[in-house]
Antibody, heavy 123, light 108 residues
């Protein structure tokens, strides 16, 4: 059974940094692209970032490009999101999501999701 | 970037009703579309991928159709557990992957 467990959320001041992690289990971690998707309170879903299974390709939404960095640790089967220069508009629940198919660099349909972690950017 | 619109934005329906939600892409995306169901406080759940393929474990009352720019999610007989918000998402052209604004289905 696929399991994705996010951690690292919390309250941070504008301009601050936070690192999210997603512990993955139940599948061959290196075979599937992984993504972060966020949802502001009461709003819809917004794709944030994707990293290929090999880790060689990473993609970002324009809204976070240059501020967020996605990475993966194969020794721990963990997906990470380093978030710098945080803004109030980054306040959201962040979900990690697994690709549904083994496609390089990514298939883009997300068949498994974590429960999400809340990031609040406020002074 | 491909933009997605959904209609309606919300609807009220009764148990047993046939429900149809449409998703339109700003440019052709072939069959690169997925549908998700999300209940309050829960992560999204994949229902349909590649426009019409039913995800494993999803009830057969859910179906998807369309290609190019116009897509439809149909629930043939609405059940109590189907009251939720539904999102379409395109994965044909990225970055970015884009989601539609959502359609909330509630009880009439």
């Amino acid at each position: 059974e696929v399991q994705l467990l996010e951690s690292g959320g919390g309250l941070v001041q504008p301009g601050g940094s936070l690192r999210l992690s997603c512990a993955a289990s139940g599948f061959t971690f290196s075979s599937f692209a992984m993504s972060w998707v966020r949802q502001a309170p009461g709003k819809g879903l917004e794709w944030v970032s994707t990293i290929s299974g090999s880790g060689g390709s990473a993609y970002y939404a324009d809204s976070v490009k240059g501020r967020f960095t996605i990475s993966r640790d194969y020794s721990k089967n963990t997906l990470n999101l380093q978030m710098n220069s945080l803004r109030a508009e980054d306040t959201a629940t962040y979900y990690c999501a697994k690709d549904g198919r083994i496609v390089s660099p990514a298939s883009g349909e997300f068949d498994s999701w974590g429960q999400g972690v809340l990031v609040t950017v406020s002074s | 970037a491909v933009q997605l619109t959904q209609s309606p934005s919300s609807l009220s329906a009764s148990v047993g009703d046939r429900v149809t939600i449409t998703c339109r892409a700003s440019e052709g995306i072939r069959s690169g579309l997925a549908w998700y169901q999300q209940k309050p406080g829960k992560p999204p759940k994949l229902l349909i991928y590649e426009a019409s393929r039913l995800e494993s474990g999803v009830p057969s009352r859910f179906s998807g159709s369309g290609s190019g720019t116009d897509f439809t999610l149909t629930i043939s007989s609405l059940q109590p557990e189907d009251f939720a918000t539904y999102y379409c998402q395109q994965f044909n052209s990225f970055p970015p992957f884009t989601f539609g604004p959502g359609t909330k289905v509630d009880i009439k």
